[in-house]
């Protein structure tokens, strides 16, 4: 395991594991229209093996094992011990072609030539050496087979973490700044670099689709401020904040969240790849 790749692993089994699972339901409303146009990309068939790398709390997993149905099978595969135990909680126990696994998928030694396809919401920007993690992962992939994810475009692209960096940044003082290839949410806003990444992996056909979709953010001003202040980069950007900075990054960002105010639940834009390829 690398050093990066532990970072992450302890990252997600942390507090920041515990919380989303405990707003699994919020997150999934948050990224509903993003999961079902990645979703529908992939377009998994009946019968098929599938994938699902950085499953989280099992929402994607569970749409993916419904599509394969009984003749096909679904594994779910996540480092995080919190969100793997709520995802086998929602999957139950009658869904037999569903299964978890604890695992880190850059290094995991999956069945080789197994899967028909390889899928991710969001969950394949975080390798510390993604060259490698994707060479692993097509070990993974029946000849023929396919891959499919969603990764976020460049946050500035990004409406609903645009305008929040905007308003907090400056209140917070000088923040470490990850390179443009450092892992990390926004590691595969470059299409250049994921062509590269998955050409160097064996992978071909490679496309990236631009989608765009509102988001929902909060139910009141006042719950999409506190709920941005958990979640997502602004929470980062507060971790050694101190109190006072927190109070008036609370006002700076209800402040930039009004003009977004007008309409229940608040919506903001977001901005992300659906990326396919095969081998």
Not at 62 to 88: F, Q
Not at 169 to 196: H, I, K, T, W
């Amino acid at each position: 395991m690398t050093q990066s790749n532990a970072d992450q692993i302890a990252y997600w089994n942390g507090e920041v594991g515990k919380r989303w699972a405990s707003q699994q339901t919020r997150l999934d409303a948050m990224l509903a229209p993003l999961s079902k146009a990645a979703l529908q990309t992939a377009a998994a068939q009946s019968g098929e093996n599938v994938l699902d790398i950085g499953c989280g709390c099992g929402a994607t997993s569970i749409n993916l094992a419904e599509s394969v149905g009984s003749n096909g099978r679904v594994l779910g595969v996540d480092v995080s011990t919190p969100m793997l135990a709520l995802a086998k909680e929602r999957a139950g126990t009658n869904n037999r072609q569903l299964t978890f696994t604890e695992a880190d998928a850059a290094e995991h030694k999956f069945e080789q030539a197994s899967f028909d396809l390889l899928f991710s919401r969001f969950g394949i920007m975080f390798f510390a050496n993604p060259d490698a993690a994707f060479a692993n992962l097509r070990k993974a992939l029946k000849p023929g087979g396919r891959l499919a994810f969603v990764c976020w475009r460049d946050w500035r692209e990004n409406e609903w973490v645009r305008a929040p960096i905007k308003a907090v940044r400056p209140l917070v003082g000088p923040q470490p700044q990850l390179g443009p290839e450092d892992p990390g949410p926004f590691a595969f806003a470059d299409p250049g670099r994921v062509r590269r990444i998955l050409a160097n992996a064996g992978f071909d056909a490679i496309t990236l689709k631009p989608f765009e979709a509102n988001i929902e953010i909060g139910h009141s001003l006042d719950d999409a401020t506190d709920y941005l202040k958990e979640f997502g980069p602004i929470s980062r950007l507060l971790t050694d904040a101190t109190p006072a900075q927190k109070e008036q990054a609370t006002i700076a960002l209800r402040e930039a969240l009004t003009p977004f105010a007008g309409t229940t639940p608040i919506m903001l834009g977001a901005a992300v790849w659906l990326v396919t390829a095969k081998l």
